[in-house]
């Protein structure tokens, strides 16, 4: 598995603010950056999948799978929480 998995329905956007045009990424591109920090370790990111997965019990088996290069593990994890 790449360092950064980057979910392909992630996207950078261009929002309206009251200080002008802003770019931002979506939730899935967010979720594709926390997902790839809690693999390799970062204390905040896991704390945050945690906090964001409905399933916790499904967390440590879709880390271990994701750690071992299986891209559909990593897509689920993502999913269970980009849309939330």
């Given at each position: 598995?790449?360092?950064?998995f980057?979910?392909?329905?992630?996207?950078?956007?261009?929002?309206?603010?009251?200080?002008?045009?802003?770019?931002?990424i979506n939730?899935w591109?967010?979720a594709?950056?926390?997902?790839?920090?809690?693999?390799?370790?970062?204390?905040?990111?896991?704390?945050?999948v945690?906090e964001?997965?409905?399933?916790?019990?499904?967390?440590p088996?879709?880390?271990?799978r994701?750690?071992?290069g299986?891209e559909?593990?990593?897509?689920e994890?993502i999913k269970?929480?980009a849309?939330?």
């Open positions: 598995m790449e360092p950064h980057v979910h392909p329905l992630s996207t950078l956007e261009t929002v309206d603010t009251e200080v002008g045009k802003k770019e931002v939730s591109a967010f594709s950056m926390i997902w790839s920090s809690a693999l390799a370790g970062n204390e905040n990111a896991l704390m945050m945690n964001l997965f409905a399933d916790k019990s499904q967390i088996a879709l880390i271990l994701s750690k071992q299986d559909a593990a990593v897509r994890a269970s929480f849309s939330i």
